[in-house]
């Protein structure tokens, strides 16, 4: 009788604490009210701001006639069932952490890509908001076309970072108000419970991913490098680049985020100051939820050389963030960077602290609302910048638009920086 064949849910060797798998599974009345919700939404009439709105550059927000649309294909096409199906077909867990810091619980969401091999590289990707770990479910059809699980030379990691999606706190209502600092901490809690402590992993993210990937880096000796693909300024990290000459097409990309701060950052103000508000407003009903998210999606991505991102994905995230309730657990994220949009108070470092930390990498998209410029990031890091990518498509949600750039980015840091830190071939878990 032959041996049985690992699967990409077989847990690694060395695993400190076994992790509970874990299935989408809604149930058939929160189905119907939910359709029930999305039919009963009342959509305004036509007046000059919803005619003349334009979500791809920001002019206004989002229009009602892109509202209608999404509505009745939500309603009467859209089947969630088939995409609950989709997103079980990749293993998922449950793990419960404590910060040893914070003193929190988490229960802690992740989908996952297990290798059975023993040079496999642990990483740890993590998206922010208006996102979820669906942004990275394309990257996870690649790898799992291209690879087998003897062949996958990483173990993937794709959390809802904490209290996003089914990622939750216990009686969070009651307990401490949540910080990037904390939720690094528990994200870095996550990857020592999978046994990723001996050999130390690598963390990615954009958006709150980006600050906590930072957080992690800086406050955790088993997070060993970091590839973003997103970068926001401290103020005197600003001071110290502004004088170093940009190409004309960083500057276009600077321009973008300089729009962001001065036009496109009402909504982080609101979640910052008015998290309360804004959640019981939102979470009345599914196609207010939409509006409000829906423009994020539509005006963060790239709409010019891309594939514009799919109504289809979009709905998986809006559907996502409401059976899962998350909405109002995620304005958290927001707390931190309201004193100081356009610069952030998420993670705060020198320049001096910046050259003597860890090796990362970046990956830049020309639809972002936080850029780094390559010559402004050599400026900052100077060696420890280690890989640099530009892209001449692609946006905000990176992964999920253009998963095929950003898998080979991916793995194109992994190959430069494993080495490095001493993830290398014949250093098992």
Known sequence: MGSIQPSFS?????????????????????????????????????????????????????????????????????????????????????????????GQTFNLHFAALFSSREDAIPVILMHGWPGSFLEFIPMLSLLRDRYTPDTLPYHVIIPS?????????????????LTTDAAAEAMNELMLSLGFGSTGYIAQGGDVGYALARAMSNNHAACKATHLNMFMFTPEQFAACEEVPLSEREERLMKGTKAWIKQGSAYAYEHGTRPSTIALTLSANPVGMLAWMGEKFVEWSDNTWSTPLSLEKILDGMSLYWFSGCFGRTMWSYRALVPEIGATAVVQESEEAARRGKPFGYSAFPVEIGTLPEQWGR?????????????????HFAALQEPEAFLEDLEGFLGVVAPMVGIVKGKGN
């Open 10 to 102: 077989t847990l690694p060797r060395g695993i400190k604490v076994t992790p509970t798998p874990f299935r989408i599974t809604v149930s058939d009345a929160d189905l119907s009210q939910f359709r029930s919700l999305i039919q009963q939404a009342h959509i305004p009439p036509a007046q000059f701001y919803n005619q003349h709105a334009d979500p791809t550059t920001g002019k206004f927000g989002i229009t009602r006639d892109w509202l209608i649309t999404a509505r009745d294909y939500w309603l009467n096409h859209y089947d969630w069932r088939a995409r609950e199906s989709f997103i079980n077909s990749f293993p998922q867990f449950t793990q419960t952490v404590v910060g040893p810091t914070s």
């Open 161 to 177: 970072i904490p209290d996003y999606g089914f990622s939750t706190r216990p009686d969070d209502a009651n307990q401490a108000e």
């Open 379 to 395: 400026k900052l890091f100077g060696e420890r910048m280690v890989y640099y990518r530009t892209h001449e498509r692609g946006g």
